[in-house]
């Protein structure tokens, strides 16, 4: 027999992690908006990316999401002149992270608020659970 509130538990614990690894992926990106290459010419940091899939738990009937993979976006790096840093190359262009800090940000919003979505349905299912046991006690 399947426990609903252990599925609706389970499933929001999996969106916590998957959100809490997204958290960390747009951190880093956030980290390394300056990070270039160390020799000149060299590839900056790229933009990490974070995809999930979804799973279903066919012995408790639950479903929830996991990471499928974090991967770099395929986006070119930028391009500006500046011949006095060390990572620029013979012309004096220094290639910078494909990483937009605009873009980063909205991310992080939306991982945020999905990430409190689920802590949310975490604190109904322990409230439910309460109830049932006072209704329980009665």
Do not use: C
């Amino acid at each position: 027999m399947l426990d609903p509130l252990a599925s609706a538990l389970q499933s929001s614990a999996s969106g916590l992690q998957a959100q809490s690894h997204r958290l960390r992926v747009v951190s880093e990106n956030l980290a390394n908006t300056e990070s270039t290459g160390r020799t000149p010419g060299a590839d900056p940091y790229m933009r990490k990316t974070i995809s999930f899939e979804s799973v279903l738990d066919e012995t408790e009937g639950g479903a929830g999401v996991r990471v499928n993979g974090i991967g770099a976006d395929d986006k070119p790096p930028r391009v500006e002149f500046d011949p006095d840093n060390p990572a620029a190359d013979e012309r004096g262009y220094v290639k910078l992270p494909n990483v937009n800090v605009l873009i980063e940000m909205a991310d992080m919003r939306e991982a945020n608020r999905t990430y409190e979505a689920n802590l949310q349905m975490v604190k109904q299912v322990r409230d439910m659970l309460a109830s049932t046991i006072d209704l329980l006690r009665a």
